[in-house]
């Protein structure tokens, strides 16, 4: 399939899971660049409406589709580089938390959090690889959590998801170094999104409520803004948020002594 004709002086971001929480926000801010930007997420309405009320710098496609499916993620890479003939830098956002603990939750809620959450972003990273090999040149940025470093309760299959993209993505910027491929993990602690009423419950459905903790996380502006000055720096890894962000060097220090500030903190 031909693509355009690069442009070599402006960068191509692609933004997944951007109707709505973290980005939403990494779209509205990166829209005020000089740069090219793709925007994907299921809901496509919500997508077109953020393009049309937009007076930024950038230049916007919309590229709806599921991450969840799987199969389908050569074909939107096809798609996305008929935009504007690349991608520099792809920001892999998309996915869904939960609330529930292990005995109460079906196995279907753990399947559904590795395949959105995890094999979702390694289908579309995957299919991506082989451009960014030949223009040898390519960012990936995932969107991580804490919850990615260490655990915590009522998130057994969100901090299993979590914890495996860094497997994956630790041994890809190992394996495409030398193509000038880039990793950054972006690990979140708690920022007020809609992510707690959009997490799933043992029984697969929405939670449908806030929680304290999310709705006393880090402004999402100030968040983002703290994300994209790290995907600008090129960092391999960054943890953003309150207190709950110490976990990951506790982690380091003392598994043990992490588990019991954890248990201790019966955060929901």
């Given at each position: 399939?031909?693509h355009?004709?690069?442009?070599?002086?402006t960068?191509v971001v692609?933004i997944?899971?951007?109707?709505s929480?973290?980005g939403a926000?990494?779209?509205?801010q990166?829209?005020k660049?000089?740069?090219?930007l793709?925007?994907?997420?299921r809901?496509?309405e919500?997508l077109?409406?953020?393009?049309?009320s937009s007076?930024?710098?950038?230049?916007i496609?919309?590229?709806?589709?599921?991450i969840?499916?799987?199969?389908?993620?050569?074909?939107?890479v096809?798609?996305?580089?008929?935009?504007f003939?690349?991608v520099d830098v792809?920001?892999n956002?998309?996915g869904?938390?939960?609330r529930?603990?292990?005995?109460?939750?079906k196995?279907?809620v753990?399947?559904?959090?590795?395949?959105?959450?995890?094999l979702?972003?390694?289908?579309l990273?995957?299919?991506?690889?082989p451009y960014?090999?030949?223009?040898?040149?390519?960012?990936?940025?995932?969107v991580?959590?804490?919850m990615?470093?260490?655990?915590?309760?009522?998130?057994?299959?969100?901090?299993?998801?979590?914890h495996?993209?860094?497997?994956?993505?630790?041994?890809?910027?190992?394996?495409h170094?030398k193509?000038n491929?880039?990793?950054?993990?972006?690990?979140p602690?708690?920022?007020?999104?809609p992510?707690?009423?959009?997490?799933i419950?043992?029984?697969?459905?929405a939670?449908g409520k806030?929680?304290?903790a999310?709705?006393?996380?880090l402004?999402?502006?100030?968040?983002?803004?703290?994300m994209?000055?790290?995907?600008?720096?090129?960092?391999?890894?960054?943890?953003?948020?309150?207190?709950?962000k110490?976990?990951v060097f506790?982690?380091?220090?003392?598994?043990?002594?992490?588990?019991?500030?954890?248990?201790?903190?019966?955060?929901?």
């Amino acid at each position: 399939m031909a693509h355009k004709k690069m442009d070599n002086l402006t960068p191509v971001v692609w933004i997944t899971g951007a109707s709505s929480g973290i980005g939403a926000e990494l779209a509205k801010q990166y829209s005020k660049r000089n740069i090219n930007l793709i925007l994907s997420a299921r809901r496509a309405e919500v997508l077109f409406k953020f393009k049309e009320s937009s007076k930024g710098g950038a230049k916007i496609e919309i590229l709806p589709f599921d991450i969840n499916d799987f199969d389908s993620a050569p074909k939107q890479v096809e798609k996305a580089l008929l935009f504007f003939g690349r991608v520099d830098v792809l920001i892999n956002n998309a996915g869904i938390s939960q609330r529930s603990l292990i005995i109460d939750s079906k196995f279907d809620v753990f399947k559904k959090l590795i395949e959105i959450d995890y094999l979702g972003t390694v289908a579309l990273s995957r299919a991506i690889l082989p451009y960014f090999i030949s223009q040898q040149s390519g960012h990936y940025v995932v969107v991580s959590s804490v919850m990615g470093k260490f655990g915590s309760p009522y998130r057994s299959g969100y901090c299993g998801a979590k914890h495996a993209l860094h497997g994956f993505f630790d041994v890809l910027r190992m394996e495409h170094q030398k193509d000038n491929v880039i990793v950054t993990m972006v690990c979140p602690g708690f920022v007020a999104t809609p992510i707690a009423l959009n997490s799933i419950r043992g029984d697969g459905n929405a939670m449908g409520k806030d929680d304290q903790a999310t709705r006393k996380g880090l402004n999402v502006i100030y968040f983002v803004r703290k994300m994209i000055q790290a995907i600008d720096q090129k960092k391999w890894e960054v943890s953003i948020g309150g207190k709950e962000k110490l976990g990951v060097f506790l982690k380091r220090l003392s598994n043990k002594l992490l588990h019991n500030i954890v248990i201790r903190s019966r955060v929901r």
